[in-house]
């Protein structure tokens, strides 16, 4: 979805089988919406989720989620420059292994995609256009990795 006061591609790559490698986002991310704008971001995310198709794969309980949320936080924090809590709080992030106990098909990862997408939309026009389009171009190939079932 193209949002009408950005020029942030929000497309989705195709998921195909092949995995290309990811790129960490700009520190710059981080920087603009701070620690506190991206727990804030990835607790309206878990909230998506909790109302979600997908919702069977996270937490079934509020405070479960809510406390993926802050690991999530944690990850994404750590993955966008800054400081390590994902490593502290719960060890290296080895995603794929963290999350091959959940049957991931494309069609889930297109579902986790839209919601992260309109989670994003209250930082349109907050946060700069190069440095979202580098958030989200992680989302979409960090997300085709995740994937782990077939339809």
């Known amino acids: ?3 009408s006061n950005t020029s942030v591609n929000f497309s ?12 960490k986002p700009n520190p710059g991310f981080l920087e603009e ?6 727990r804030d971001l990835l607790s309206r995310f878990y909230s998506l989720l909790y109302q ?18 802050q690991n999530s936080a944690d990850f994404f924090i750590q993955i966008c420059g800054g400081p390590k809590y994902f490593n502290k709080n719960r060890g290296a992030p ?5 999350h091959a106990p959940f049957a991931i098909t494309p069609e889930a990862r297109l ?15 907050k ?10 171009d992680y989302l979409n190939v960090f997300s085709l990795w ?5 339809n």
């Open 52 to 69: 979600s198709p997908i919702k069977h794969l996270f937490p079934q309980s509020e405070e479960e989620m809510q406390q993926a949320a």
């Open 94 to 98: 080895q995603m794929g292994r963290r």
């Open 33 to 38: 919406i701070g620690e506190e704008g991206m």
């Open 127 to 136: 946060v700069s256009d190069e440095n979202l389009q580098s958030f989200w």
């Open 111 to 125: 579902h986790w995609l839209v919601l992260f997408e309109e989670a994003l939309q209250p930082l349109v026009g």
């Open 12 to 23: 989705f790559l195709p998921y195909t089988g092949n995995t290309p490698p990811v790129t």
């Open 1 to 3: 979805m193209q949002f």
């Open 146 to 150: 995740m994937v782990n079932t077939h």
